[in-house]
């Protein structure tokens, strides 16, 4: 946020300046109306007298000229405004000067109006400047005085009104100046706090949007006012146009009551619209002594029960990875050892078979071994921005090349007109693509016919990144398909249930999303949603607008 405070001081010192500009050549164009109404008036009246009638006349009109051009060149002479207000402080002061030797009568309003324009002008020039013109004006003064007076002016009295005006001009315009100064810088920090409260509400609000618990805001009416995309889903994503939750969650309504009547609260869980988890609300006062307001937190137990998850895992990995590293040097002996059998020439077709047998059971572990030390290591993820259909296209040549394929195919497909970009991690990207491909090759084929595989790169809507592993094969059966990302779950006998476990869990990690999607007319489709490249935190995203988040 520091690196809005100079521009919030620029344009709060831009609009402060624009005022006083606007506010000076106004007033300028009414000292040029008093001017001309002064020179103009009736002979009748007797006053002002005028030495030089048409000397006056001329002045007035060519100032108040001057004047009506300063005015309606006042937003185009923005950009050196301190320039115009210099520009036009000289002719202010010159103006005056003369207006006083031809209106001598009217010296004092004249020049007490002249100390306006001074002090508009030092609100925007500097001190030395402001002080520059405050002595020209003063030296004008005394200088009209002393050389042209007429000859019996009193000459004392004169000179020492014009003293007693230079000394106003300067307390005028220091003080004038000093006090703009403050006022922008004033205007400034407000502005700065402004846009900083803005800014915090902000964040505060995407925070609260984005947790995993539930929050809603209630009033004495039973009336919902705010609601996050948590809550507006453990609700069961109701109208934006339903607020009232006695209607939306009775049961939630009734504990409420019950807790605000009793002071007691029911923490067994409960579900609030059909095939959504279940949740224990807590609630909460707005303010200690306010029963106007009340804040509901739903708290999701299928979060709970996950968390607790991770951690059962995460021990278990830690304890299984400390065994996997104790057997993967007797598995490296075994399998050296039948390597070097299979060379032997003296075997018999059965022996051979049996050291095959021993080969392809070392491999299997192996691959155990190496699900079970990746479920412990838990890398952080090092996202980069990728052109996901270039990088799609160099997975599938680099995997055609270190695997065999036979009658096979696997095919990178770029269904997007334009580049798809991703943020991931291209080696946690490269492992999650290699098992959905593997599983694909492995699982998706009819009986007696090659598996057709591809991987698909294209842009969802309002541009997310999408790509896809799909197959043409027998599909899975939904009652599978609900598990398959659950850890050890498989199958197949020859499985570790931890492949799609840590390809979802490496998902994860990047901030992507990775899901079974079943093909219509037969097919698996394993779909990852990545996270673009540019995506503005405070913009809201579809649920909220849903959810009508107000």
Known sequence: MSS???????????????????????????????????????????????????????????????????????????????????????VDIAAAVLAIAAMHDARIG??????????????????????????????????????????????????????????????????????????????????????????????????????????????????????????????????????????????????LYHWMTSGKLDETATQLADGVPEVVPRFTRLAPNDDSHVLIFLDDTSLLSRRAEELTLTSLGRLSASIAHEIRNPLAAIRYSAQLLAESTSMDSTDQRMVEIINNHCIRLNEIIENILQLSRRERSRPETLDLGHWAQAFVEEYSQGNDL?????????????????????????????????????????????????????????????????????????????????????????GTGLGLYLARQMSDANQAALEYVRVAGGGSCFRLVLTPPARSPAEPSETAQAAATR
């Open 4 to 90: 809005t405070v100079p521009l919030t001081a620029s344009r709060a010192g831009t609009a402060t300046i624009r005022h006083e500009l606007s506010f000076l050549n106004a007033f300028r164009l009414v000292q040029a109306l008093v001017y001309a109404a002064l020179a103009f008036s009736p002979p009748g009246l007797g006053w002002p007298q005028l030495a030089t009638p048409d000397f006056a006349r001329t002045v007035t009109a060519l100032y108040l000229v001057f004047a009506l051009v300063a005015l309606l060149l006042n937003r185009r002479s923005m950009p050196y405004a301190r320039t115009a207000v210099a520009a036009t402080l000289v």
């Open 110 to 255: 004249i020049a007490m109006m002249l100390a306006v324009n001074l002090s508009a002008g030092a609100l925007i020039l500097p001190l030395r400047l402001s002080s520059f013109f405050a002595a020209l004006a003063t030296l004008g003064m005394l200088g009209h005085t002393l050389f042209g007076s007429s000859i019996d002016n009193p000459g004392d009295r004169d000179l020492l009104e014009a003293a007693l005006f230079g000394l106003a001009y300067f307390a005028t315009t220091t003080l004038c100046h000093v006090l703009g100064r403050q006022l922008r810088a004033t205007e400034a920090l407000a502005e700065q706090r402004s846009t900083d409260l803005a800014n915090l509400a902000q964040v505060n609000e995407l925070i609260i949007r984005r947790m995993k618990t539930g929050v809603l805001l209630v009033d004495d009416a039973n009336r919902i006012h705010q609601i996050n995309e948590s809550a507006w889903m453990l609700m069961g994503n109701p109208g934006a146009d339903q607020r009232d939750l006695g209607q939306l969650a009775p049961e939630l309504s009734r504990r």
């Open 406 to 494: 036979g009658a096979d195919s696997l095919r990178a497909i770029a269904s997007s007109p334009v580049p798809v970009a991703a943020v991931a991690d291209p080696q946690q990207l490269q492992q999650v693509v290699w098992n959905l491909v593997q599983n694909a090759l492995r699982y998706g084929r009819l009986p007696g016919e090659p598996a057709r595989v591809m991987v698909v790169t294209r842009q969802g809507e309002h541009g997310v990144p999408i790509l896809e592993v799909i197959d043409r094969g027998p599909g899975i059966a939904p009652k599978v398909a609900a598990q398959i990302f659950e850890p050890f779950y498989t199958t197949h006998e020859y």
